[in-house]
């Protein structure tokens, strides 16, 4: 079973928590117990050194009591055992109460191993040993006494229970594992709140994403942080805006091309049927097959503008660019409109005062564009109505202007001009020239070409298209 990111996250931070704080311990533990070694054989070497001092300057006869009642302040103050032994390792001496009181010792007669004795003959002996004479191991110092002539004659043995450091060590132990329970237990649950706060926001995600799947956008990730995590949930909820706005145009765009698609194709079909069956008469036969005619020419228009969309839109039309004129280029469309214009008596302002201006464009690409705005701007023009042109070069753009009088745009609707099938005047669904595709696809050629296209409008005065191109 797979685990949870929470329980992954949390856990490795706990462990890495608790792991640390058993390293610092160690070396916190190891630190302390070099320290109380140290020191515990600086004292049995301090020991040593009174009691072979005060042999070496000591010229007394009643010598023997003085050194005992010495040795048993040694190791009554430092609580430590402080013994001497002959040459061969035998006690002789002890500094302990019980020789102090009766002058004898339970240890007299016994004998320290000969390895022993005879690393302290050479003076080097420090170490932990039982030195034969203790059950557990003692920290242990031994020192040579020499006699007259430099000679060995006797070792002085100092020892301390290595209990005491321990029991010391295990109530440090003691305190820090009892003053760690609370911070541990505040990491603890500062790590759970931090998990689940850092992990909450994928949680969501990844339900948020499900629910995508199952066709619902409504979730969204509340941003609750500045960082990565929030970037991610701002980010999630721009992807998810785009989604949803991509499902309305997908839903529209299949609503729109089956509506587009089926208008002329029940007229054709209608239109077929009752010439084959009779109902309409031969004499009115030439009539009804233009009108099939022009809608067969409706829907090879829609199919070629599909197609050029979809090729827009994937990027697999390649421009090919040449150097050409764009006044050249307008006076030829508006000129094929003449038609059209006299017969709506519209007025044509600025284009005789248009400068020569050269383009390096896709020339078939552009005349598709112009084409789309001067045929727009004839048809929503009324009668006597006005066309305006402009066409300025500003550094090494140009902007092309198609202004035209009548109804307007309502400001609300600006925003969707341009997209897929979208039609301001809702009665232009019966035109049968209008595929409701022409600006969509006007603004993904200018925008191949590096341009912008835009427009704005006064209801019931004017509507300013605006091309503005590298030129």
């Known amino acids: 079973m797979k685990q949870k990111i929470f329980k992954k996250y949390f856990f490795a931070t706990l462990a890495i928590i608790v792991f640390s704080l058993s390293i610092l311990l160690m070396i916190l533990l190891f630190v302390f117990n070099n320290y109380l070694s140290e020191s515990k054989y600086e004292v049995l070497n301090k020991s040593c050194d009174s009691v072979t001092e005060y042999l070496s300057n000591s010229k007394t006869q009643n010598q023997k009591n003085i050194l005992i009642n010495l040795m048993n302040t040694i190791s009554s103050t430092s609580e430590i055992d402080v013994f ?195 109902t309409i008469e031969e004499e009115k036969q030439s009539y009804y097959l233009g009108i099939v005619s022009e809608e067969v020419k409706r829907l090879s228009r829609l199919v070629q503008s599909m197609l050029s969309m979809a090729k827009l839109e994937s990027g697999e039309y390649v421009l090919k660019r040449e150097i050409f004129d764009f006044r050249e280029l307008l006076f030829t469309i508006v000129i094929s409109q003449e038609q059209r214009i006299e017969n709506k008596k519209i007025n044509i302002i600025g284009l005789d005062t248009l400068d020569s201006v050269s383009v390096n464009a896709d020339k078939d690409l552009l005349h598709q564009v112009i084409y789309n705005l001067v045929d727009n701007a004839i048809k929503f023009t009324p009668e006597e109505g006005e066309i305006t042109f402009s066409l300025d070069v500003v550094g090494k753009r140009i902007s092309f202007k198609v202004i035209n009088t009548g109804k307007g745009i309502p400001e609300n609707e600006l925003r969707y001009v341009f997209e897929r099938f979208y039609k301001v005047d809702k009665s232009r669904s019966a035109n049968k020239n209008s595929t409701g595709l022409g600006l969509y696809i006007a603004r993904n050629i200018v925008s191949a070409h590096g341009g912008k296209i835009t427009v704005s409008s006064k209801e019931n005065a004017t509507t300013t298209f605006t091309v503005d191109l590298p030129s």
């Open 84 to 278: 001497i032994t002959d040459s061969k390792g035998f006690v002789k001496l002890c500094g302990c109460d019980e020789c102090f009181n009766k002058e004898y010792c339970h240890r007299y007669g016994a004998r320290v191993s000969g390895n022993t004795i005879a690393k302290a003959a050479n003076g080097e002996f420090k170490e932990y040993s039982t030195l034969g004479l203790y059950e557990n191991v003692h920290f242990a110092v031994g020192k040579p006494i020499y006699d007259e002539n430099g000679s060995v004659n006797a070792i002085v043995f100092s020892a301390a229970s290595i209990t005491a450091v321990r029991g010391l060590i295990l109530t440090i132990l003691k305190f820090y594992l009892m003053s760690a329970v609370i911070p541990i237990t505040i990491m603890f649950f500062a790590i759970y709140a931090m998990t689940y706060r850092l992990v909450r926001p994928l949680k969501l995600m990844s339900e948020a994403t499900k629910a995508m799947a199952k066709g619902d956008f409504s979730k969204r990730i509340p941003v609750t942080s500045d960082d990565e995590i929030g970037e991610l949930a701002v980010s999630f909820n721009l992807m998810t805006n785009s989604l949803v706005q991509l499902e309305g145009m997908r839903r529209s765009f299949v609503a729109n091309v089956s509506h587009e698609l089926k208008t002329p194709m029940t007229t054709i079909g209608g239109f077929i049927d009752g010439i084959i069956d009779g």
